[in-house]
Each structure stands twice: as C-alpha cells, then as structure tokens.
C-alpha cells in the first residue's frame, strides 16, 4: 500500500501559537492525578507526554482540549480566538462506525471539520485510497487508526493533541504517524502527545506525569 510521506511545501505556515499550562492540578474521582504541573509550549514544538496507565496523560489532554475543570491552576493558549476550534484531540479510540466505509468516514470529516477539504486526497494521505470502500467493521487495527489520523490531515488547526496515536500501527504506519508530525511541525504546528513508546520525530520536550 503505497505512502504519500512528502511535505506539503504549498501548505499555509500557521500564525504562532502558545499555551502555558500553569500550577495545574486534577482529580478524577477524588483521587489526585498530579498536582502543580507547569510547563509551556509554542508552534513547532512537540511535547511528550510520559507516564504509567493512570498518571493523568489522557486526562490532561482533555484539560487541554477543555473538556475536563481544572481542580486548580489555568491553561491558557495564546495566538488563537478560540481554542477549541484551534486543536484536533485525537483519543486513544478510533471513534469510528462500523457499518460506515472508509470513504464515509473521510467525507464525513471533511465536511465537518474541513471546510470542503478534499477527502479523497486525505486518505490517499494515509495510505487507504484502494480500501475507501471497505466497512469499518472489517479494517484491521492499523488501518483503523490510519482512518482515525485522517482527521488530522482534513482541517488544518494549529495544535494537535494526541493519546497513544501509534497504538496498532506498524512500522510502516509509525512512519507515517512521524511524517505527519514533522510536516505539522514544521508548518509551526504544536503538537502534544501521551506516549508508552517514543516515535522516530524527536520530541522537544518530555513531561512526566
């Protein structure tokens, strides 16, 4: 299955964005998860987010993302009106339908997320163009996530927020994920990911939770 890995060089360069993550503690059922955590990050950086299952990785992504409260302690992005509409949150679950096929799924996004993107070239972006139409239920695991990562490609945002985006990728799909990154990256995208296992793209900074 053939990879379209090149970057886009006609892409739009993001305008710069910053987020400070300041004193920041959660719980999650009365239960502490971390407490004053505080780094910041801009455009062009990728931050990893380490940590055993339970430490909080998923849940500061959503924090991040706004869906979680604060117990204490503020996250605030600068160079963007609204962040919610500045970020993708791509979960550790590939959110899909089964009885949808893959070009669906595709056409689906682009509409609500990207404005009339071309979702054709979206999935010929990560490598499913032969299997558009191929229900959900029967795709693999690595295909899966693949159609899960073709939203990030339908809707340009700023800031990519990612939990596990390599789980049931193989090495080729592991490129892919690392390709992706470093074209986001290198448009000034910040991206910021909860990891078991490092990527190929080296991370700017780590952040153990």
């Known amino acids: 299955m053939g990879l379209n890995l090149g970057v886009d060089k006609e892409a739009e360069h993001f305008a710069p964005v910053r987020l400070s993550v300041e004193a920041v503690t959660l719980e999650r059922g009365g239960h502490v998860l971390f407490e004053r955590l505080s780094f910041s990050a801009a455009g062009g950086d990728f931050v990893e987010l380490r940590g055993p299952n339970g430490a909080g990785k998923t849940s500061l ?3 991040i993302a706004g869906f979680l409260k604060l117990t204490t302690g503020a996250i605030t992005f600068e160079g963007v009106e609204d962040a919610q509409l500045a970020l993708h949150l791509l979960g550790h679950r590939d959110g899909l339908k089964a009885a949808l096929n893959v070009e669906a799924h595709a056409r689906y ?3 609500l ?3 009339g993107a071309d979702a054709g070239a979206a999935l010929d972006r990560v490598g ?3 299997i558009a139409d191929l229900p959900a239920r029967i795709l693999s ?3 899966s996530r693949r159609l899960a990562l073709t939203r990030l490609v339908t809707a340009p945002r700023p800031v990519w927020l990612l939990d596990e985006p390599a789980a049931g990728l193989d090495t ?3 490129d892919l994920l690392d390709a992706l990154i470093a074209e986001h990256r290198a448009r000034g995208g910040l991206v910021i990911a909860g990891l078991h296992e490092r990527l190929t793209e080296e991370a ?3 952040v153990t939770l």
């Open 172 to 174: 080729q799909g592991k």
């Open 113 to 115: 997320l990207g404005e």
């Open 61 to 63: 992504l959503r924090a």
């Open 109 to 111: 996004w682009a509409s």
């Open 204 to 206: 700017t900074m780590t």
């Open 141 to 143: 695991q690595g295909q």
């Open 128 to 130: 499913l163009a032969r």
